[in-house]
């Protein structure tokens, strides 16, 4: 809209409007999200459609396995109602703290830094009742207010489905590399999943591909590998639906037991199968440039 303002010597010229205060207080907060996460150089959400699929235990095992390449490495756990990487990680009982410049991360390594609500909560029975725009405010503060500092990737731990939480970071962090999808191989998490999918493509986030969990369990006795929850449908779900294959992760009480206490299972069982099969998930991360962001997202 514009305004015509007569002039004495009875000349007009037409003035736009400003913007209203809200679009103004919109764009600065968005230039200072983007400037805060400028010097990170990958952005990695972690989906499911399906709890109980073992996301986290994925979402933190990558980030280990990562930062283990010496890449610097960030986990968000944006799991607002049920935070579980500072258990999973062994930071309970952390307490985030402030600076002049923002939120200060909690450092799980040299390479490794956390941010979660979890370490917002003065005792971790507390149940988080928030609606939406609560959440979405949070996760803002996350990315505009936490000082990362140089980070080669960002892990972002989402709760499962494709509500409020996923939306979010996928409307703020508009240039991410995409999600990596988690499943386990039966037919009634696949369903599920297949909308983390659709979600992903509807809001035009890049999908770096599918990793099956719990592909096989392996026996701690003999070493044999049991199919309980079958193999291979979180694989044939990748191909129907076109979309990349990580690989699968074994179901190994080992790993059960490190998330309980809190030590990262690839942290401490550098030489097994499962490792190398985490590692092997993490190879086309480490690839990623610029050019191929720009193709998996269309661009």
């Not at 968000?76 to 049920?82: A, K, L, Q, T, W």
């Amino acid at each position: 809209m514009s305004k015509e303002i007569k002039h004495q010597n009875g000349k007009s010229c037409s003035m736009k409007k400003l913007p209203p205060k809200e679009e103004i207080e919109e764009l600065k907060e968005k230039l200072a999200l983007q400037d805060n996460i400028i010097r990170i150089k990958h952005k990695i959400i972690v989906l499911s459609g399906k709890g109980g699929v073992g996301k986290s235990t994925v979402a933190t095992n990558v980030a280990i396995a990562l930062s283990l390449r010496e890449q610097k490495v960030g986990i968000m756990d944006v799991d607002i109602h049920g935070p579980s990487i500072p258990k999973m990680l062994g930071l309970e009982g952390k307490f985030l703290r402030g600076s002049e410049e923002g939120l200060l991360p909690i450092d799980y390594s040299d390479n490794l830094k956390v941010i979660s609500i979890g370490f917002m909560l003065r005792d971790q029975n507390d149940a988080v009742i928030w609606r939406g725009h609560l959440k979405h405010s949070l996760i803002r503060q996350f990315l505009r207010d936490v000082r990362w500092g140089e980070l080669d990737y960002l892990i972002i731990d989402s709760p499962p489905g494709t509500g409020d939480e996923p939306l979010s970071v996928a409307q703020l962090l508009e240039d991410a590399d995409g999600a990596i999808i988690v499943t386990t191989p039966q037919d009634v998490a696949i369903i599920d999943v297949r909308k983390a999918i659709a979600f992903c493509r509807q809001v035009k986030l890049p999908i770096l591909g599918v990793v099956e969990n719990m592909s096989g369990f392996i026996c701690p006795h003999c070493g044999k590998t049991i199919n309980i929850f079958k193999s291979g449908g979180g694989e044939s779900m990748a191909s129907d639906m076109e979309v990349p294959f990580l690989g699968r992760i074994p179901l190994e009480p080992k790993i059960v037991d490190s998330g309980d206490s809190g030590r990262p299972y690839l942290q401490y069982n550098r030489e097994s199968e499962t490792a190398k099969a985490f590692n092997r998930v993490i190879e086309p991360l480490l690839g990623l440039t610029p050019q191929q962001k720009s193709a998996a997202s269309g661009g």
